[in-house]
């Protein structure tokens, strides 16, 4: 992998757990909004399959 994919895969990663994290504290902590944090903890969880689909070694 070249070094500037790698940067990006690291941003992507880090700001996947940051997203994933504010969705969970979305709701519990605003029981009115649950939506919006399951959609946030969902986007996290696309955001880090995709960065294991691109670290993957090809076969």
């Known amino acids: 992998m070249t070094n500037m994919l790698t940067i990006i895969l690291s941003f992507a990663v880090i ?16 029981p009115g909004e649950r939506k919006k944090g399951l959609l946030m903890v969902g986007v996290a969880v696309v955001t880090l399959v995709n960065v294991w689909l691109l670290a993957a070694p090809i076969p």
């Open 15 to 30: 700001a996947a757990f940051i997203i994933g994290g504010g969705g969970v504290w979305i709701m519990l902590k605003r």
